[in-house]
């Protein structure tokens, strides 16, 4: 009768065990690598081994809230970086593409990095659409701002960067492109001060360098917003 007893116990245990551990392993598959404190493979490991190691992933081992980055712009050794690691041949050309700009002077390109990238943005010394230089004047333009994982407090940091450089460049103004269906960056925009021009509609017009070497042309329509910088 103990026998079974104990049986039955070890049975149960091992189940919960199992149970915990594929709850687990879904978690650290879907959740991204930022959101992780530490390696994926190992959390794995640590956690197949017992219960106890599960706990400790749940309440300690995840990121819930703002990603640590520092923003910075890209050198010369940071861009090097950037194309050994990234594998996608559109990413590498727009790393190229950016940090050509920033040498030349027309633009300043900020890296997010926490232990590895996590976001980017390019502040253009002045606008790249014809329309806004005639009609508001010379100002900075935030351009391709991207942030990986999204929701954690890296776009936040890229744009208040980007408004450093604007002020740095002696502007009192900055604006930026967004297209109308990106509902939840122009909730960011709005939340950090940025106004619509008027509901004017812009085209942008880019181009992507497609895995196989081939280039496909863009044309984009866009909203443009503004915003006055304090200084500070």
Not at 38 to 58: D, M
Not at 123 to 133: A, F, G, N
Not at 207 to 229: I, M, P
Request: one cysteine or more; hydrophobic letters at 40%; proline letters at 4%.
């Amino acid at each position: 009768m103990r026998q079974g007893k104990l049986n039955k116990a070890v049975l149960a245990v091992g189940l919960g065990h199992l149970t915990v551990t594929a709850l687990t392993w879904r978690d650290i598959r879907q959740r991204p690598a930022a959101e992780i404190k530490g390696e994926k493979r190992v959390w794995r490991l640590l956690t197949a081994v017992n219960t106890a190691n599960s706990a400790i992933y749940w309440l300690l081992g995840r990121r819930l809230g703002p990603v640590p980055v520092a923003v910075r712009p890209c050198t010369q050794d940071e861009l090097t970086r950037l194309l050994e690691s990234t594998p996608s041949a559109s990413d590498r050309r727009h790393h190229i593409e950016r940090f050509g700009m920033q040498s030349e002077g027309k633009a300043t390109y900020l890296i997010a990095w926490e232990e590895e990238p996590r976001g980017r943005g390019t502040v253009l010394h002045e606008s790249k659409y014809p329309e806004v230089r005639e009609s508001l004047g010379t100002f900075p333009e935030i351009n391709a701002l991207a942030a990986y994982p999204s929701g954690h407090g890296i776009g936040s940091a890229l744009l208040s960067a980007a408004e450093d450089v604007a002020r740095g460049l002696g502007a009192d103004r900055v604006g930026l492109a967004v297209s109308g269906a990106n509902h939840s960056a122009i909730r960011l925009y709005q939340r950090m001060g940025y106004a619509a021009w008027d509901g004017k509609v812009l085209v942008d017009r880019w181009y992507e360098l497609k895995e196989d070497g081939s280039t496909a042309e863009h044309d984009d329509e866009v909203r443009y917003f503004t915003k006055w910088l304090a200084e500070q």
